[in-house]
């Protein structure tokens, strides 16, 4: 299956270069291109991409308002996109709101193309991809400013086993590390996995650390 994409930068340069590189690889295929989230929003609704590649700092409208836009259900417009966030600015705030608007993943500009091809099948596959620089400075906020404990209500689902396994993510783990630190069949992670996604409203791992973390569940020091 091919995978189409929205490259949003409001650098010409950079858009061509980043198409150029995802158009190379079988599989990938770039269908548009956007220089602000304004455009971006217009074109995907149109031409209904599997992943968009954001960038955040764009005038008209910055890309993590253009991800609030893109996620949020719409009657009018049932196809939601995964969106790509890939910025030269790793700092806290960026992250965290690019995430909480709903991202599936989080690069930065200085990674090399085929992280950055494997980033959008990772995306589109309906997984989530954080770098682990990022992963580590937004795990760093956490621990020194902790939100209000919030949704915990949805958390009174899970089952033991999917509590324990959603600890697990939010440590960063994958399924197999999953499998192998719970001596479990990782066909078996996959199950508990998609039924804690179902359960808290999540679509991705992304979201899922992040309730996580917000009701508490999760320590960062864990």
Same mark, same amino acid.
């Given at each position: ?6 490259? /949003? #930068? ?6 061509? +270069? %980043?198409?150029?590189?995802? *158009?190379?690889?079988?599989? $990938?295929?770039? =269908?548009?291109?956007?220089? *602000? ?13 599997? /992943? ?11 890309? =993590? ?6 996620? @949020?259900?719409? @009657? ?5 996109? @995964? ?5 030269? !600015?790793?700092?806290? #705030? ?35 991809? &954080? ?10 906020? %956490?621990?020194?400013? @902790? ?17 324990? =396994? &959603?600890?697990?993510? +939010?440590?960063? &783990? ?8 719970? !001596? $479990? ?10 039924? =804690?996604?179902?359960?808290? +409203? ?7 650390? $992040? ?12």
């Amino acid at each position: 299956m091919t995978v189409s994409v929205l490259v /949003v #930068d409001d650098q010409a340069m950079v858009r061509a +270069g %980043f198409s150029a590189i995802l *158009d190379a690889h079988d599989g $990938i295929h770039v =269908i548009g291109q956007a220089a *602000d989230g304004a455009e971006a929003v217009h074109l995907a609704r149109s031409l209904r991409p599997d /992943v968009v590649l954001m960038d955040i700092r764009m005038p008209n409208l910055n890309g =993590i308002d253009a991800t609030r836009e893109l996620v @949020r259900p719409s @009657r009018g417009e049932p196809h939601i996109p @995964r969106v790509l966030v890939l910025t030269t !600015f790793d700092a806290d #705030d960026y992250v965290y709101d690019a995430l909480a608007a709903g991202a599936s993943g989080f690069l930065l500009k200085d990674a090399l193309p085929e992280e950055l091809v494997q980033a959008v099948r990772i995306v589109a596959a309906g997984d989530a991809l &954080l770098a682990p620089s990022v992963t580590r400075r937004l795990l760093e906020r %956490f621990a020194t400013q @902790r939100p209000a404990p919030r949704r915990a209500q949805a958390l009174a689902e899970l089952t033991e086993r999917e509590r324990e =396994i &959603l600890v697990l993510i +939010g440590r960063g &783990l994958s399924n197999s590390e999953i499998a192998s630190e719970l !001596f $479990i069949a990782e066909q078996t992670v996959k199950t508990h996995v998609s039924r =804690i996604f179902t359960k808290l +409203g999540v679509r991705d791992r992304v979201q899922a650390v $992040i309730l996580a973390f917000d009701s508490g569940l999760v320590e960062p020091a864990s």
